[in-house]
Each structure stands twice: as C-alpha cells, then as structure tokens.
C-alpha cells in the first residue's frame, strides 16, 4: 500500500487533518510558511521574561511544521528515514533518534520518549501500532531494525506503514512534544552552565525568545542539535547544543541582531564539531545543509 497524504491546516487550529487515499509516499505537506511564520513571528511579540516559556497549541503546531520542512522537506516518506552514515533511525516531524540494540553513538535519544508521551495522551494512543506498544510494555525500546539496510528494505513492510501512519497521523502531538522540550530547556542549561556564565546565557536566551521568530530559533535548535549538556555530545571537548551557542554570544541588540548573533554562533560551534569530529563520520558532508538551516532564522521583515 502507498499513502498521499491531503493537509487540511489552519492557524488558529491545534490539529492537522489528514486524508489517505492510494498514491505516493513521497508526497508532502502543503506550503503553510507565510502563516506559520505569521504565528511564530506574533508569538514573540509578547515579553518573555519568567523562567517559564510557554507555548501555545498553535505557536506549537507552526514551529512543528517548519521543523518538519527542515528535517525532511514535509514529506510522509521522510517520517521513516536512516541517514547514511548513521547508525540510527530519525523518526517523525523532528526526526527523533531511535538507537537498535547495542548502538554506543553518543547522541541523545528521543523516539522512546515520544512513543511514551503518545501512550500517555488518549488521542495519541489510539495511532501506536499494538506491536509497539506490546514491545514497550516488554521493556523493549530499541528499534527492531539493527542497520540501515534492513531498515531500507522494511521500507514498504506492515511495520513502517504502521510507524508512517503513527508519525503522519500525530504531528500536532508531536509539535506539543518538541515544544514541551522547549520549554523546559533553560532550567536544564542553567544547571549546567558555569556559575560565571549563567545570568549571560540567560539572559541571551531571553532577548533571542523575544526576537520575531526567536521561539521557533530555539525550538528548533534544541531539537535539532540539543541543549548541550550532555557530556557525551562533545568532540574533544568542545559542544555544540543550545548552552554552548547561548555562550558565544555577548550582544545585548534586541530584534534581529539577536538571531543573526544566534545564528553566526550556531554556525561557529557547528564548524568546531565538524572540525573535531572522528575522520570516518565525515561530519563535513552535513554541514552545508546545517548552515541553510541556521538561515531560516533570519527572521524576514
């Protein structure tokens, strides 16, 4: 069975949806740009100053859908994918590391925890498959294929139609997922950083939260690289997630001057990682794709 999938999506709703009817798995979402940017750019008008940044459905459903069209381009086939060189599964809108059995790559992993969060929300629940939900409850995590070439051959199994079927089927959840992690990644990178740093990465953290577009910056940056305090995720001692940015950063320009500085540091610990990373990941091969990415938060005015 193929899937083409239709996306009914309006701002201003907390729900995407979708209708399947016999066609291609490479189809993608529909171009909703101007007004997910439209509610991510109003989203930060208001003044975030308190510990707590709180994300509405909606802000949370655009920034899930721009972070889909940065992963994999919004396509239902991407959903299910395994990067070359790569000894793990990307899955979803945020493309959430599944590890197989045994895997030492020292990133976080995140498909677990997704697939927790849906079994613990009613609407959720009812879209994971009963083989994955039986897995869970066996205390068996890892994902079932153990490289990228059974993964690939699987691709049109009842398994990864189950998985695309899941993951297309709960991208507002997911959204509300990746907005969650969001949310409470300032506490998490605070607690990490050196006493001497934390009122600067604080402070640097909030004049980018209140930049148009600076929600989305962050949301999509913790996604995509982390908030760095993983002590695995460095290459000779040197990291790259959000507290690693944050701390490159000495600007106090409110607007877009905080997410063009954002941006250049991303781009300079991205740089570093790729420099420090071992020969035979061949990190170098990504890292144009990871600078457009640092351009869509330019915020355009």
Known sequence: MRYRTVFLFAVGTSVSALVW?????????????????????????????????????????AIGYRIWKNECKGSI?????????????????????????????????????????????EQGAQYVPIWLK????????????AMREEFQSAQQSEEMRDLRTLLASTVSLQARFIANRMESALQKIL??????DRERVRAQFYRVANAPMGLYVLADYVNFKGEGIRTSEHYGYRGWGLLQVLQGMNGTEEGKAALREFAASAEQRLTERVENAPPERNEQRWLPGWKRRLRTYLAKQ
């Open 191 to 196: 607690d990490a950083a050196p006493d001497e």
């Open 77 to 121: 086939e991407g959903l299910t994918t395994w990067n070359k060189g790569e000894e793990f599964a990307s899955l979803g809108i945020g493309h959430f590391i599944w590890f197989p059995a045994g895997c030492k790559a020292p990133f976080g992993e995140s498909f677990p925890r997704l697939v927790d969060f849906l079994l613990t929300n």
């Open 134 to 145: 039986e897995a869970f409850e066996r205390g068996e995590r890892s994902c079932p294929w």
């Open 21 to 61: 009817s016999g066609c291609s798995t490479t189809s993608t979402l529909s171009n909703h740009t101007s007004s997910s940017v439209d509610v991510i750019a109003n989203s930060s008008k208001k003044t975030i100053l308190s510990n707590n940044v709180i994300l509405s459905d909606d802000e949370a459903l």
